[in-house]
């Protein structure tokens, strides 16, 4: 009898330590995240970390109090540093990571180790007590282990099965009728780190994100008909516009198709709205075209005096204060691609290299190809963490220049864009219609550590921000290296007669990573609100030329909306119906939509994670209204995984220039 009630008091101390340990350090992480407590969705959690806890104790009640407490050691201490590590990327990304996110290269994890060291939190450390609990506070355990007997195994293993489906039932109760994805959804495919950790805590995710990684499970992609009174329409939906498609070759292609997966594709997109032409259609129609991907853009980078440049521009431009550039698994790849395919990224993957080798026929390259442009793109970096010497040309870039094609002078740390504009010019400048890519990244982080470009003008900015932080001072000394190299661009294309007949479009990958938030409320340029979670996504928006008038554009726009505005603007052969994202000229609603299912439109923000619309004004939206734009946004990231999918673009050459019919 003795020796039985020193087993269970064993047991009972191990899943005291257990649960307690567990509790703390959930708890803490979800205090550091700015997350939610004392809610009924971290009840939720606590039911998850009281299941963990009951399976270890349970186990360990089985081995000799000696190894269980080095096997307790070893676990709280991966915990630890996994948790740790998730705060820490959280300061770097934005997000959570996802095991996912190792398929994106060691290599490329190692260039910033670091760094990513460095700025470790030492009040995250707080997350080690537990360890150090058990380290220290039971040297004394003397305990005898749990005889293996059927009985115990047996009442265990009902009691973990019990509590076990009482944490999935709680998935199914109190969630909020217009929330975008459902606890349970989240639960099994944990594709929005950010919205997961949220809903089933840091440990259970950690358990859900290793499943998912090593036994992945086909996915079925569902894409939701939002007319419910209606059977889903087959025919194209005709409108009184001005932009007719003739859809003859398609519906003979759907007529004949007999895969699934890309008849939902046919379906869902030959059934879009295809916007009217507009006042705008056609303004640039002829003009060659830079689009320019500014690495870490940011309202800080403009100052009249330090970036006249870039101010200049501002003043002169088609300005749009409300653009953001929401991050997703990999911020630059994602943007980058988004920007030139109008296909909503993976939250959970970094697309621009899982699907590389696809197919983009629709890519704004090939519907400048279609007129007879040269297209080109250049960047200053090697392919080290993006697989752009690829996916360039599958998505029709006559030719992708790089670190490694053109001839730089190198620096320590990013190299220069300055430089940049001086070896790409000569590549395109003497073209007689050209659209050139241009991918800098002089302003990349880390702004706390010296660097020749964060350094090269700290004299003059010394002189007139004396009092800015050192590491606004070194991100304003790279942006003066971009500075620079856009006068270059500018001054290069006035001296060769072509200013006039060529578009400058600048637009930003993310914000300045690893930048403390109170900088960009602090320093930023114009009076946008950047405290707000989807203000820290804001970046300038540029469409520049010396022939027109300067104006400033309200609505919100984001990166998938770039393709179809710039087609529009150009009046290129295209079908507005291929692209997620919408003509920012056109009448469609502007809705700008986040990795972790948050979105945003003129009236207001949903907060994806609070399941709450917080409006802008007084205007009040309803629970159907809610659950439509839920919705359709959901159909946008299927549609859009379901493209990569099948690399649909592949297959559907014939329908992607379409044969415009006039009235």
Same mark, same amino acid.
């Given at each position: 009898?003795?020796?039985?009630?020193?087993?269970?008091?064993?047991?009972?101390?191990? /899943?005291?330590?257990?649960?307690?340990?567990?509790?703390?350090?959930?708890?803490?992480?979800?205090?550091?995240?700015?997350?939610?407590?004392?809610?009924?969705?971290?009840?939720?959690?606590?039911? /998850?970390?009281?299941?963990?806890?009951?399976?270890?104790?349970?186990?360990?009640?089985?081995?000799?109090?000696?190894?269980?407490?080095?096997?307790?050691?070893?676990?709280?201490?991966?915990?630890?540093?996994?948790?740790?590590?998730?705060?820490?990327?959280?300061?770097?990304?934005?997000?959570?990571?996802?095991?996912?996110?190792?398929?994106?290269?060691?290599?490329?994890?190692?260039?910033?180790?670091?760094?990513?060291?460095?700025?470790? =939190?030492?009040?995250?450390?707080?997350?080690?007590?537990?360890?150090?609990?058990?380290?220290?506070?039971?040297?004394?355990?003397?305990?005898?282990?749990?005889?293996?007997?059927?009985?115990?195994?047996?009442?265990?293993?009902?009691?973990?099965?019990?509590?076990?489906?009482?944490?999935?039932?709680?998935?199914?109760?109190?969630?909020?009728?217009?929330?975008? =994805?459902?606890?349970?959804?989240?639960?099994?495919?944990?594709?929005?780190?950010?919205?997961?950790?949220?809903?089933?805590?840091?440990?259970?995710?950690?358990?859900?994100?290793?499943?998912? #990684?090593?036994?992945?499970?086909?996915?079925?992609?569902?894409?939701?008909?939002?007319?419910?009174?209606?059977?889903?329409?087959?025919?194209?939906?005709?409108?009184?516009?001005?932009? *007719?498609?003739?859809?003859?070759?398609?519906?003979?292609?759907?007529?004949?198709?007999?895969?699934?997966?890309?008849?939902?594709?046919?379906?869902?997109?030959?059934?879009?709205?295809?916007?009217?032409?507009?006042?705008?259609?056609?303004?640039?129609?002829?003009?060659?075209?830079?689009?320019? !991907?500014?690495?870490?853009?940011?309202?800080?980078?403009?100052?009249?005096?330090?970036?006249?440049?870039?101010?200049?521009?501002?003043?002169?431009?088609?300005?749009?204060?409300?653009?953001?550039?929401?991050?997703?698994?990999?911020?630059?790849?994602?943007?980058?691609?988004?920007?030139?395919?109008?296909?909503?990224?993976?939250?959970?993957?970094?697309?621009?290299?899982?699907?590389?080798?696809?197919?983009?026929?629709?890519?704004?390259?090939?519907?400048? =190809?279609?007129?007879?442009?040269?297209?080109?793109?250049?960047? *200053?970096?090697?392919?080290?963490?993006? =697989?752009?010497?690829?996916?360039?040309?599958s998505m029709y870039s006559d030719h992708f220049y790089n670190y490694d094609e053109l001839p730089f002078d190198?620096?320590?740390?990013?190299?220069?864009?300055?430089?940049?504009?001086?070896?790409?010019?000569?590549?395109?400048?003497?073209?007689?219609?050209?659209?050139?890519?241009?991918?800098?990244?002089?302003?990349?982080?880390?702004?706390?550590?010296?660097?020749?470009?964060?350094?090269?003008? !700290?004299?003059?900015?010394?002189?007139?921000?004396?009092?800015?932080p050192i590491e606004v001072k070194r991100y304003i000394s790279k942006a003066m290296e971009l500075d620079k190299?856009?006068?270059?661009?500018?001054?290069?294309?006035?001296?060769?007669?072509?200013?006039?007949?060529?578009?400058?479009?600048?637009?930003?990958?993310?914000?300045?990573?690893? !930048?403390?938030?109170?900088?960009?409320?602090?320093?930023?340029?114009?009076?946008?609100?950047?405290?707000?979670?989807?203000?820290?996504?804001?970046?300038?928006?540029?469409?520049?030329?010396?022939?027109?008038?300067?104006?400033?554009?309200?609505?919100?726009?984001?990166?998938?909306?770039?393709?179809?505005?710039?087609?529009?603007?150009?009046?290129?052969n295209y079908d507005p119906r291929l692209y997620i994202g919408n003509d920012y000229f056109s009448d469609n609603?502007?809705?700008?939509?986040?990795?972790?299912?948050?979105?945003?439109?003129?009236?207001?923000?949903?907060?994806? *994670?609070?399941?709450?619309?917080?409006?802008?004004?007084?205007?009040?939206?309803?629970?159907?209204?809610?659950?439509?734009?839920?919705?359709?946004?959901?159909?946008?990231?299927?549609?859009?995984?379901?493209?990569?999918?099948?690399?649909?673009?592949?297959?559907?050459?014939?329908?992607? #220039?379409?044969?415009?019919?006039?009235?």
């Open positions: 009898m003795k020796k039985e009630t020193s087993a269970n008091k064993y047991f009972f101390t191990l /899943f005291i330590i257990t649960f307690g340990s567990l509790f703390f350090m959930e708890t803490v992480f979800r205090l550091f995240s700015s997350d939610t407590i004392f809610t009924f969705i971290y009840l939720r959690v606590i039911v /998850f970390d009281f299941l963990t806890s009951l399976i270890i104790s349970f186990v360990l009640s089985f081995i000799d109090y000696k190894l269980s407490k080095k096997i307790l050691l070893v676990i709280f201490f991966v915990l630890a540093i996994y948790s740790i590590f998730q705060l820490t990327y959280l300061n770097y990304m934005h997000r959570f990571f996802t095991m996912q996110d190792s398929t994106y290269g060691v290599d490329k994890v190692i260039a910033f180790g670091i760094d990513f060291i460095l700025s470790i =939190n030492i009040f995250h450390l707080m997350i080690f007590i537990p360890w150090l609990i058990i380290l220290f506070k039971t040297k004394h355990w003397n305990f005898n282990k749990s005889p293996l007997k059927i009985k115990r195994v047996i009442i265990g293993s009902i009691c973990i099965i019990i509590i076990h489906t009482l944490s999935i039932c709680l998935l199914f109760i109190g969630n909020d009728p217009e929330q975008l =994805n459902t606890p349970y959804e989240i639960y099994t495919k944990v594709d929005h780190s950010s919205e997961a950790v949220h809903q089933i805590g840091i440990f259970r995710f950690l358990d859900r994100d290793l499943i998912n #990684f090593f036994n992945p499970t086909e996915e079925e992609i569902v894409i939701v008909n939002i007319d419910t009174d209606n059977d889903p329409i087959e025919e194209p939906i005709v409108t009184d516009n001005s932009r *007719n498609i003739d859809d003859t070759t398609w519906n003979t292609i759907i007529a004949q198709e007999t895969n699934e997966d890309m008849l939902t594709i046919d379906q869902y997109l030959i059934n879009q709205e295809i916007p009217d032409t507009n006042d705008m259609t056609g303004v640039f129609a002829g003009k060659n075209l830079i689009l320019i !991907m500014v690495e870490a853009f940011d309202y800080m980078a403009i100052d009249e005096e330090l970036t006249p440049t870039l101010y200049k521009l501002v003043q002169e431009s088609w300005f749009f204060d409300n653009f953001y550039s929401p991050q997703y698994s990999c911020a630059t790849g994602q943007s980058e691609f988004a920007g030139l395919t109008s296909l909503a990224p993976e939250p959970s993957n970094c697309t621009i290299n899982s699907y590389a080798s696809n197919d983009y026929y629709e890519s704004i390259f090939n519907l400048f =190809n279609a007129k007879d442009y040269y297209s080109s793109s250049y960047h *200053n970096w090697t392919d080290q963490y993006y =697989n752009r010497v690829e996916a360039h040309k190198t620096i320590q740390g990013w190299q220069s864009d300055h430089e940049l504009f001086e070896l790409a010019l000569p590549y395109f400048l003497d073209e007689d219609q050209f659209f050139s890519f241009i991918i800098t990244s002089s302003t990349h982080f880390p702004y706390d550590v010296d660097s020749t470009l964060g350094n090269r003008y !700290m004299d003059v900015i010394n002189e007139i921000r004396p009092d800015y190299g856009i006068a270059y661009l500018i001054e290069t294309l006035s001296e060769a007669g072509k200013l006039d007949d060529t578009v400058i479009i600048l637009y930003g990958d993310h914000h300045p990573l690893r !930048m403390d938030v109170t900088n960009f409320v602090k320093y930023s340029y114009g009076d946008n609100d950047r405290s707000t979670i989807f203000g820290q996504s804001l970046t300038p928006f540029i469409i520049y030329n010396s022939t027109i008038t300067a104006n400033t554009f309200k609505k919100p726009m984001s990166t998938v909306d770039i393709t179809p505005t710039i087609a529009n603007l150009f009046d290129l609603e502007k809705t700008v939509y986040f990795a972790n299912g948050s979105w945003l439109d003129s009236d207001g923000y949903y907060n994806a *994670n609070k399941s709450q619309f917080e409006p802008f004004t007084d205007a009040e939206i309803d629970i159907d209204a809610l659950n439509t734009i839920n919705t359709t946004i959901k159909n946008r990231f299927n549609i859009s995984k379901l493209i990569y999918k099948t690399d649909y673009f592949h297959y559907r050459h014939e329908i992607v #220039f379409p044969t415009i019919l006039t009235q």
